[in-house]
């Protein structure tokens, strides 16, 4: 089916074919009427100025290319209107008409560059007529004829620079209807982008939604737990520690019903925030387990690094001092527990979860406020390993350093000793064997805490009288150890524990820092 655009061209062909041929016609016959012109002549004329635009019309019509078969048409037009000039001896005006109509029609449709191939073809049908009719040239025109090919070809040039015109006004009519349809694309793409860009942040605060706590703005539950199987699965393949934190806040049921609950919503929030300041790395993940309890993944980081950062997490809520009357300490405290898989010894997100649940129940079973490791990490970590190489050491971080110079060294001693007991413990050597290295780095920890109390006095450390306070805590505490180690009756946690803990975790990693700043000074 031919389209709207090659019909009009056909139609329009035609229309100028035939009234343009038809005029050529009524001048011919007044051109040749009156002379010696036989009936071969005036047959030939009917037959290619009145029949041929039919014929023509009918085959274009039929073409399966009709546009080409316009073109080609052209062409033969040429050939038998240089056939008619040399019919009618090259009549001026009636060779003028045909050729400049030829030329103009051929330029119209086809560029100037089709003149030569017309001229060419105009000369062919020159030579053709000459070949059957003999040359004769009788260039005079009469005058009514002359007349009728002025008009003729006057009219055929206004009626090309019409459609030609007519052409212009629909190409522009369609340059502008191609400028709105761009704009409005444009307009549409740009209502598509703006609708695309607001279709993803709806869907990351659906993802948000979905993945955060809508009170505290950490990650909820749901998220927790397909994160902990992930990071759980990381650390075991490159044998790399995981630390699992679970807390929650000391009788918080009954500060709601002290406080009500738009004040126990900022309680929350408050903790939360805390929390969310623990987890400063790009992998560590704070999440509202739910209710007043909350959770702290803790990848790469082994077992005393994560008992300092979560020793100084409790002491910080402490230290905030929100009022609690219905609490022990009169203001708001946190219990948490610890589990740290520094060993394939958690087979699952679920075992490391419940060893840190557990946890949990210990630190508030023992008085609240408090950490408590899960025995795994305290009993694995040293006594159920068989050799040196198993056991999981103390490892010195910059970040534990005072930036004196004395202090340092004594800590960084005070690692080794600790390693040196565990590595005595785990290797099952004889009970006397234990005992003196644990009287050697009791030794040390008594000479250090005598040099750290002086140092503390003469920078006019304010706190120094707790501080020495805490020392003979602990080395009550170490008294009663050694005492037990000493009767066999010593359970080899409750030792690590100590070490682990009290020791290292609480007093050198989160009490001591307390100071930290006047060394530096």
Known sequence: MQSKGVRWLTRTHHVMRVCSFATVFIASCLHIAGKSYGLGVWAYLMGLLLIYPQLQYLWVRRSTAPTTAVLHALLLDSVLLGAFSATVHFSDWLTFSVVLGAL???????SWRSTGATLLALAVGALVGIAVGGFHFEPHTDWPASLLCMLGLGAYVLAVGNITFARNVQLRHIREQLRNRERELLEANATLQTSLVEIEALRKGLLEQANQDGLTNL???RFLDSTLERELARCKRESKPLALVMMDIDHFKKYND????????????AV?????GSAKRAGDLAARYGGEEFSLVLPNTDGVEALRMVEALRQKIEDAAMPHLQSDRKVVTISVGLAVMSAPHYGSAEQLLRAADGALYYAKWGGRNRVHVAPDFLVRVGLDAHSPGDVQQLKWHDSYASGNAVIDTQHRQLFQQINAVMVAIAEGRPVDDVGAQIDQLMRHVVAHFEYEEGLLTSVGFADAAEHAMQHQALLSRAVELVSQQRKGDLRMADLLEFLMQDLIAKHMLAADRKYYSLLKQ
């Open 219 to 221: 990650f909820n539950r």
């Open 104 to 110: 103009s029609n051929s330029a119209a449709n086809k």
């Open 272 to 276: 939360a925030r805390a929390l969310q």
């Open 258 to 269: 002290c406080y009500g609950h738009k004040a126990g919503d900022e309680c929350l929030k």
